[in-house]
């Protein structure tokens, strides 16, 4: 076989698809934003979860992604997951970090890190809305120089804080 039969890159053309992210690839190379394997029908199209979880900025760094998944904080359809479990079209992911519990939907693989508006169509949000922020709630600081409390303001203090009177 000559090297002129074998066919070139550019006659196979890329091994992404990039029309449904609206990019324009350059001729042999995949656009940074979407990557969606050609060839692969969309159930069969797989990521590493940790990957993912980072792609679509639902953590801050691929670390922090792949310590939840070890931590047993991300799930899979209810499994809970190793940071290389792949992760397909469809599939539910719920995760727990910071004290909030995210569950997400699948809708769109990427193995890439994406912009946040980009992100946002990766995934359909099915998480409850975060508490309620109630403001400040009182310390019930005291001036240095006030001296010992009297039983009445110790009670008041543990009202404050919601602490049950001794």
Request: charged share 30%; net charge positive; with cysteine.
């Given at each position: 076989?000559r090297?002129?039969?074998?066919?070139?890159?550019?006659?196979?053309?890329?091994?992404?698809d990039?029309?449904?992210c609206?990019?324009?690839?350059?001729?042999g190379?995949?656009?940074a934003?979407?990557?969606?394997?050609?060839g692969m029908s969309?159930d069969?199209?797989?990521v590493?979860?940790?990957?993912?979880?980072w792609s679509?900025r639902?953590?801050?760094t691929?670390?922090?992604?792949?310590s939840?998944?070890?931590?047993g904080?991300?799930?899979i359809?209810?499994?809970?997951?190793?940071?290389?479990h792949p992760?397909?079209?469809?599939?539910?992911?719920?995760?727990?970090?910071?004290?909030?519990?995210?569950i997400v939907?699948?809708?769109?693989?990427?193995?890439?890190?994406?912009?946040?508006?980009?992100?946002v169509?990766?995934y359909?949000d099915?998480?409850?809305?975060?508490?309620a922020?109630?403001?400040?709630s009182?310390t019930?600081?005291r001036?240095?120089?006030a001296?010992r409390?009297?039983?009445?303001e110790?009670?008041e203090l543990?009202?404050?804080?919601g602490?049950?009177?001794?």
């Amino acid at each position: 076989m000559r090297p002129s039969d074998v066919p070139r890159a550019r006659e196979w053309g890329s091994p992404w698809d990039d029309s449904r992210c609206g990019g324009r690839p350059e001729p042999g190379r995949p656009s940074a934003s979407c990557r969606t394997v050609v060839g692969m029908s969309a159930d069969q199209a797989t990521v590493r979860i940790d990957s993912w979880i980072w792609s679509v900025r639902l953590t801050k760094t691929r670390s922090l992604a792949a310590s939840a998944c070890r931590a047993g904080h991300v799930r899979i359809n209810g499994e809970r997951v190793k940071p290389a479990h792949p992760v397909r079209n469809g599939d539910q992911v719920r995760l727990r970090i910071a004290g909030r519990e995210r569950i997400v939907v699948v809708s769109r693989l990427v193995n890439k890190r994406v912009g946040p508006p980009v992100a946002v169509e990766c995934y359909v949000d099915h998480s409850p809305p975060p508490p309620a922020d109630t403001g400040v709630s009182p310390t019930g600081d005291r001036r240095r120089d006030a001296g010992r409390l009297t039983n009445r303001e110790r009670r008041e203090l543990d009202r404050l804080r919601g602490r049950p009177s001794r």
